[in-house]
């Protein structure tokens, strides 16, 4: 530092003020800060996250040309100059951090091949559901609702709730069978992709085929852990193959450790199921889209036979033993009307201390009906209502927060910061198909050419759409710890992982400016 010359980082932000308040555009630059209190500061490409005052403020601005470090150390002392260094907010004149970046990604660009990257399995078990809801994901990409529909893939009351009912009802076979395929053989699917969406759940030989090849690469590239995630449609369907990857492989296999997770309607957890959910210690995530105490009324424009009672009790069942379980729920133009306390409520009567809020995928319908002010000030609401029952909101929104305030989950999650599908997540369908998510359009390949995968150009796009989102990002106070949502939302209605949500980007700056507001008062009070 001797003898250098420092400048103030043209990417440091503050809070927005009372007069900034447009968050369609940009905002929180250093000269819209006029207040005498301190302010919350961070770094808009690497968070590190700051509670300044007036004085640090002005030197930022002083220091836009330039100040060696003689002048530096007249208006401030060493450590907090030192603090300003490692955090970015004054870096070497001429410097541009925006060039690490670039050269992470020429470094990336190098070995994304090798498929060091990927980390995560999402095992897509069936495409089916007992239930369906309106507005679920699985039900509006790949073409979308209508072509779903006709093509036979509904299940209102469409094949599988057939079977089902028919099992119960001519007592041959048990109410939670098992999943050998309860479709006719055969693709039931006769849209465009027939790669995706076969008449089967997934065999037993494509779960298991599927995480050896995952564990080796992972092994071979120095990696030493696995999350293997049981997805649908409504993967309990095929609790036997959930059950077979739990046994064949436990917690650790050929050198690799391994963490499951489940997403589920927690419809048909039996007690067989409850006990390997338990053992293996699966973080078990029910999808609830919100509750109506009065009528048990708990999905959004649901065909479900299953009532309130059952989920719940499931719910609570999964906690005593002893199941890491969770809820998330959706915030979307099907649930707005009855989203809200009482399904934070519950999460608090439960024992539970977290609630998983994704916002509509369907972001141009959702925001042409609600505004992002709206749905901001909604989710903002909700959070404080959670906090006052002990329960945490959180979601892609709130992680794109904690980057900012916690360098530690910067440093573990900047690559792809909210969207694993950034390289860092395999999505393998019940045929052997490979996507980068469920929610994605690109076929990657099959589990067959496991290497090829790696080498295909739909990875090497989604992989290299790291750190960075689109050229419509560049400038914005989120650009380093927003993903800008699902990358496959981003395709559904851009046609484009690079193109971003107008509608999605004014919510996420209001509700992120929200979190902040929020945790510049602790910070503040802390100090006090």
């Not at 690799?256 to 419809?267: F, I, K, M």
């Not at 306390?341 to 999460?347: G, Q």
């Not at 959702?366 to 909700?382: E, G, I, K, N, W």
Request: proline residues 3%.
């Amino acid at each position: 530092m001797q003898n250098s010359v420092y400048q103030s980082s043209r990417y440091v932000r503050t809070l927005r003020t009372a007069g900034d308040r447009d968050f369609t555009s940009f905002g929180g630059h250093l000269n819209s800060f006029e207040d005498d209190e301190r302010t919350m500061a961070f770094h808009s490409l690497y968070g590190n996250a700051r509670l300044i005052d007036k004085d640090v403020i002005e030197l930022l601005r002083d220091a836009s040309q330039g100040l060696s470090v003689d002048r530096l150390r007249e208006r401030i002392d060493d450590d907090s100059l030192r603090d300003l260094v490692e955090a970015r907010f004054l870096v070497e004149a001429g410097h541009d951090e925006a060039e690490e970046i670039d050269g992470l990604l020429e470094n990336r660009q190098d070995v994304l091949g090798t498929g060091v990257f990927h980390s995560s399995i999402q095992l897509v078990l069936t495409n089916a559901c007992n239930f369906s809801c309106q507005g679920c994901f699985a039900y509006n990409f790949d073409g979308g609702v209508e072509e779903r529909n006709t093509s036979g893939e509904s299940v209102k009351p469409g094949p599988v709730l057939v079977e089902l009912r028919r099992s119960r009802e001519d007592g041959s076979g048990p109410a939670r069978q098992d999943s050998g395929p309860t479709l006719a053989s055969g693709d039931w699917n006769h849209g465009s992709d027939t790669g995706r969406n076969p008449s089967m759940h997934m065999s037993r030989e494509v779960a298991e085929k599927t995480i050896k090849e995952a564990i080796a690469l992972r092994k071979a590239n120095g990696g030493g852990h696995l999350t293997v995630s049981f997805f649908g449609g409504e993967p309990t369907l095929a609790r036997g193959t959930i059950l077979h990857v739990l046994r064949t492989f436990g917690d650790s296999h050929n050198g690799v450790t391994l963490s499951y997770d489940l997403t589920s309607n927690g419809s048909r957890i039996d007690d067989e199921l409850l006990a390997a959910l338990a053992e293996h210690r699966v973080d078990t995530t029910v999808s609830i889209d919100y509750l109506v105490p009065e009528t048990g009324e708990f999905r959004g424009g649901q065909q479900q036979r299953t009532p309130w009672p059952v989920v719940r009790k499931a719910i609570l069942d999964m906690k005593a033993a002893g199941v890491p379980v969770s809820i998330t729920t959706v915030l979307s133009q099907y649930t707005w009307e009855k989203w809200g306390n009482p399904l934070i409520d519950f999460v608090a009567e439960a024992g539970l201390d977290s609630l998983d809020v994704i916002v509509s995928f369907q972001a141009r319908e959702f925001f042409q009906q609600h505004s992002p002010h709206d749905v901001a000030q909604r989710l903002l609401a909700a959070v404080d209502y959670g906090r006052e029952r002990g329960v945490q909101l959180s979601g892609y929104w709130y992680q794109t927060f904690q980057m900012i305030i916690d360098e530690a989950k910067w440093a573990e999650q900047a690559d792809y910061k909210t969207c694993p599908a950034v390289g860092r997540q395999l999505s393998i369908e019940p045929n052997g198909s490979v996507f980068a998510c469920k929610a994605t359009a690109r076929v990657l390949g099959t589990i067959d050419d496991w290497q090829g995968i790696f080498a295909s150009p739909a990875y090497q796009d989604y992989g290299m759409r790291a750190y960075t989102n689109g050229p419509g990002c560049q400038g914005c106070e989120l650009q380093g710890t927003c993903s800008g949502g699902s990358a496959g939302a981003l395709e559904e209605e851009n046609g484009s992982i690079q193109v971003m949500s107008s509608g999605y980007c004014a919510y996420m700056r209001e509700v992120v400016q929200g979190l902040l507001e929020r945790h510049h008062v602790e910070s503040l009070a802390a100090l006090s």
